[in-house]
């Protein structure tokens, strides 16, 4: 099993930042892609942004340019910089993985608990 501690979420006002950090741990054999989605109220989780194990990232379009993703791969972590930010960014986040946790070249979904970002303006 793999079990994701998410932390760094908060209330900030508009133009704020704030950093989440997610780190896994468990019987982790290899993790691929980690990433961050998030959920506002009364809408589907989406994907903010992700990173693969070689470093290449993707970000959904409302976040370029404000929001920078990274991991390290030494400690199975992922962070989450986030500037600028905006009212719309509210909502809770989640930290998700793709790790292998046996020998078969298999890779499953953990999801964190998540945690709560609150952008007045």
């Known amino acids: 099993q793999v079990q994701l501690v998410e932390s760094g979420g908060g209330a900030v006002q508009a133009g704020g930042s704030l950093r989440l950090s997610c780190a896994a741990s468990?019987?982790?054999?290899?993790?691929?892609?980690m990433g961050w989605y998030r959920q506002a109220p009364g809408k589907q989780r989406e994907l903010v942004a992700e990173v693969t194990s070689g470093g290449n990232t993707n970000y959904v379009d409302p976040v370029k340019g404000r929001f920078t993703i990274s991991r390290d791969n030494a400690k199975n972590t992922v962070s989450l910089e986030m500037n600028s930010l905006k009212p719309e960014d509210t909502a809770v986040y989640y930290c998700?993985?793709?790790?292998?946790?046996?020998?078969?070249?298999?890779?499953?979904?953990?999801w964190g608990q998540g945690t709560q970002v609150t952008v007045s303006s």
């Open positions: 998700k993985v793709l790790a292998q946790t046996g020998r078969a070249w298999v890779f499953y979904p953990y």
């Open positions: 468990g019987s982790i054999f290899s993790i691929t892609t």
